[in-house]
């Protein structure tokens, strides 16, 4: 296994991808050609929202973080995987987004306190949900640092 590596500073994020348990090998992937902030991109296809979790907005603690985390891990491509709806209220297209390799970027978010799990729907929800359970009671992360 890789060790993921997220300075909390607002200076800058080094960051290394590493094996989720969430994965998807086979997803149709996408060239990134933007990212917008730590939960949205720009792909060949359109806008994308990650579909497994909300990252702090402009101005809020650990926007940078989050951000430059997604930049890191998105790099020129991402694999999608479909949730169970195609797009939200502002007509992005909502995917759970994937590394070229495939693993979890909403995971490592996640993980890593730079995001919090979704909560309304979609099929990996609970395992999300687990997972940010963990990183706060572990005090992981710029969401959940002591």
Known sequence: MLVLV???ST?????????TTLRCDDCPALPVERVIDGDTLDTGAGRVRL???DTPER????????????EELAGGKV????GPRLRDSNG???YYVYTESGNSVDEILVLEGLARAWTRDGQHRDFLNGVEADALAAGTGCLWQR
């Open 79 to 82: 694999k999608v995987e479909v």
């Open 92 to 94: 992005r297209l909502l």
């Open 51 to 53: 579909f497994g979790v």
């Open 59 to 70: 101005g809020e603690q650990c926007f940078n973080q989050a951000t430059r985390a997604l």
């Open 11 to 19: 200076t800058g994020v080094a960051l290394q991808e590493y094996e």
């Open 6 to 8: 997220i300075g909390c």
